[in-house]
């Protein structure tokens, strides 16, 4: 007997509420969704049978027959996030439970060209292949860089952290034979971010990397503004006439919060900085108490305008764990409303987080097709 639109709604309606609760019974399932038993384990059955979901175990029981317990299968899909840097290239494939089951993170500087793109394809198949993806289980493939991207997910209207043409989606279809989309970096770390701790509230991502974003999240989706330009905090003014940024202005947040700012200090390896610091080397320390003094100026000015947390992320929010109490004191001196600033806090992803981002897409697109 075929599907009906309720049959197939029911359906994907049970699915997405298990992948949503982790483990749901039978009874659960009812309930939640008003269905009737019989409804209910028909479509369990179905999805069974795709291999959508197992029974994971049993719940336990006061008396009389335990209830079982339904799982998605997380290796059912797979999907993929590639982010492009200046100078890094990084590629993870997670499952449908959001876990990084491969990465690659290598050191490149960025370069438009067809030698770059299909050097990059190579990387992700052997990436593919060493950790036996099959093509069939992969649903997309987002490409994360740190540019403007129209709502077409294929158009690129401003560029100015690395250089690339304005038709490098066409580019790189010549290489890439999963379907695929582009992203901003920033947003794809803000959605990494949410997704990972199911946030059911605002909040404000900065991503401090080689240039500084941002991505302002309502819950599981970002807030894109009139341009697709909102959340553009690396620009935002905290210096009057002060540094100039790669903009063209002076005194913007990328200018004195960049992950260079610090990384210059060590020929340009973050990691060495922070070696350095933790070590207590005291002119490394007086540079870093600079650099927390201007990111709790960005960081207040964030909470006065979204009255959220703000969650601090990137390259160096990375190693932001150690030297958050050092953040959230500068910041709550700034506050005129709040004695602490407990609202700041790391990032969860340390790496990929835009290339997770970016590849939850396709799981978003899988959840609500089915």
Not at 18 to 36: D, G
Not at 182 to 200: I, K, R, V
Not at 331 to 348: G, M
């Amino acid at each position: 007997m075929p599907e009906t639109k309720n049959t197939t709604r029911t359906f994907g309606n049970i699915y997405r509420l298990i992948f949503k609760e982790k483990q749901c019974s039978r009874q659960q399932i009812a309930e939640q969704l008003n269905l009737s038993l019989p409804t209910v384990t028909a479509s369990l059955n179905q999805l069974i049978k795709r291999n959508l979901i197992h029974i994971s175990g049993y719940y336990e029981s006061s008396g009389g027959r335990k209830a079982n317990m339904y799982e998605c299968v997380p290796d059912a899909r797979y999907s993929v996030g590639i982010d492009i840097t200046r100078n890094h290239l990084s590629i993870a494939i997670i499952d449908l439970n959001l876990n990084i089951i491969g990465q690659l993170r290598k050191r490149c500087a960025f370069i438009d060209s067809d030698e770059y793109y299909q050097n990059m394809a190579s990387d992700l198949e052997n990436l593919l292949q060493k950790h036996n993806v099959e093509q069939n289980k992969i649903l997309g493939v987002g490409i994360s860089l740190p540019v403007i991207i129209e709502t077409d997910n294929k158009t690129i209207s401003y560029a100015t952290v690395i250089e690339v043409s304005p038709n490098v989606y066409q580019r790189i279809s010549k290489y890439i034979s999963s379907p695929y989309l582009l992203f901003n970096d920033a947003n794809s770390a803000g959605l990494a971010e949410s997704w990972s701790h199911q946030y059911d509230r605002p909040s404000a991502y900065l991503l401090l990397s080689t240039s500084v974003g941002g991505a302002f999240m309502f819950a599981d989706s970002p807030f894109n503004g009139d341009n697709n330009r909102a959340s553009e905090f690396g620009h935002m003014c905290i210096v009057a006439h002060g540094r100039k940024c790669y903009c063209g202005s002076n005194g913007c947040l990328d200018a004195y919060c960049s992950s260079q700012v610090l990384s210059d200090y060590t020929n340009g390896n973050l990691e060495d900085f922070f070696r350095e610091l933790d070590s207590g080397n005291k002119r490394f320390s007086l540079i870093f108490d600079e650099y927390l003094n201007y990111l709790a100026f960005a960081v207040n000015n964030l909470r006065m305008c979204y009255d959220c947390d703000v969650i601090i992320g990137g390259t160096v929010g990375s190693h932001m764990e150690r030297y958050i109490e050092d953040l959230r004191n500068k910041a709550s001196h700034l506050n005129p409303f709040e004695k602490n600033a407990n609202y700041i806090r790391t990032c969860h992803y340390k790496t990929a987080a835009s290339a997770v981002g970016a590849a939850i897409y396709f799981i978003n697109q899988f959840l609500m097709e089915l």
